[in-house]
């Protein structure tokens, strides 16, 4: 069975972003995160939704979030680093290999953990605009 255009978009977000350096990137990740595991970057989908229809197409406008994990005494000051990143790396295909029509940037959320080292999370939200069959998700 073939993946969907959301599928497909995911994964190209995904790749694009192992290059980034000095994190490990994830995947919908569900588990928590041991200390080792950090900095990390996971990428994820929150919300999918129909924009617009044309005569056999939709256009859709997939939410995708970019989680920036990180662990300092400064972790806001520490998760821009990788912050500019993700942004570098994802605006530098904002057609997604060509599975999107373009990505805009939406939010940044920040919080911030006292644990036995601070914990900051950065939550980027992107748009990525992209179309499919009215009827078969996996075509344009």
Do not use: C
């Amino acid at each position: 069975m073939a993946d969907t255009r959301r599928e497909l978009i995911l994964a190209r977000i995904k790749t694009n972003l192992d290059s980034a350096t000095g994190a490990t990137v994830y995947r919908s990740r569900v588990e928590p995160l041991a200390r080792g595991e950090v900095p990390a970057i996971i990428v994820e989908p929150v919300l999918d939704q129909p924009s617009e229809q044309f005569s056999n197409k939709l256009q859709w406008i997939l939410r995708v979030r970019v989680t920036v994990m990180v662990r300092a005494e400064l972790p806001d000051n520490v998760s821009d680093a990788y912050s500019q990143q993700v942004h570098n790396l994802i605006m530098a295909d904002s057609t997604v290999n060509g599975y999107a029509l373009d990505i805009d940037p939406d939010r940044v959320e920040f919080s911030l953990f006292e644990a036995d080292a601070p914990l900051g999370v950065v939550s980027m939200d992107y748009l990525v605009k992209y179309r499919s069959s009215r009827v078969d998700l996996t075509s344009a």
